[in-house]
């Protein structure tokens, strides 16, 4: 049983910044590929960010593509997303997820956990 534990979320104000960490246990976390999405009430949730099992690849949605930087620290099994120059339109909750294998995808529908997720507000 793999279990996500996401931390890092709150209030800030447009600009400012905001660092989200997930912490992963039970199963080996190098191979698996991390991800982080976000939703807001009433829509779907959408990707925001992707690395590969040895973090060598990652991929980001145009939205934050500049802004939001992911990393993992394989030693810690933690997986983090540093969000900065937010914007209003950045609030959501936003969710840790992890793969299988350590191929980095951008389909949620091809992740196969996922934590409880963490809210992230910006205001302007």
């Known amino acids: 049983q793999v279990q996500l534990v996401e931390s890092g979320g709150g209030l800030v104000q447009a600009g400012g910044s905001l660092r989200l960490s997930c912490a992963a246990s039970g199963r080996t976390f190098s191979g698996s590929a991390m991800g982080w999405f976000r939703q807001v009430p009433g829509k779907e949730r959408e990707f925001v960010a992707v690395i590969s099992g040895s973090g060598a690849t990652t991929y980001y949605a145009d939205s934050v593509e500049g802004r939001f930087t992911i990393s993992r620290d394989n030693a810690a099994n933690t997986v983090y997303l540093e969000m900065d120059s937010l914007r209003p339109e950045d609030t959501a909750v936003y969710y840790c997820?992890?793969?299988?294998?350590?191929?980095?995808?951008?389909?949620?529908?091809?992740?196969?956990?996922w934590g409880q997720g963490t809210q992230v507000t910006v205001s302007s």
């Open positions: 997820a992890g793969r299988r294998t350590v191929t980095a995808l951008r389909n949620p529908n091809d992740f196969h956990y």
